[in-house]
């Protein structure tokens, strides 16, 4: 069962791609944080999957709700 909408998800994928390139220092200037990017990995394997844990334990969820027929 999804609980990530597609907004959501895109600012999942965004903001996971963005950390994982600071991680490997592309473009950004090495320093000893880099591996905080790593971080990264958490938003984009939850904008992937579509599930994220903490919105299951808080019981949010983003997804549009669909009219029933």
Same mark, same amino acid.
Do not use: E, H, K
């Given at each position: 069962?999804? =609980?990530?909408?597609?907004?959501?998800?895109?600012?999942? /994928?965004?903001?996971?791609?963005?950390? *994982? %390139?600071? !991680?490997?220092? $592309?473009?950004?200037?090495?320093?000893?944080? =880099?591996?905080?990017?790593?971080?990264?990995?958490?938003? /984009?394997?939850?904008?992937?999957?579509? *599930? %994220?844990? !903490?919105?299951? $334990?808080?019981?949010?969820?983003?997804?549009?709700?669909?009219?029933?027929?």
């Amino acid at each position: 069962m999804t =609980n990530v909408g597609l907004i959501d998800r895109a600012a999942r /994928l965004a903001i996971g791609i963005a950390l *994982i %390139c600071y !991680a490997i220092p $592309l473009g950004f200037a090495q320093s000893g944080w =880099n591996w905080v990017g790593w971080i990264g990995v958490v938003p /984009l394997l939850t904008a992937v999957f579509g *599930i %994220c844990p !903490a919105y299951s $334990l808080f019981g949010i969820n983003s997804c549009a709700t669909r009219p029933s027929a």
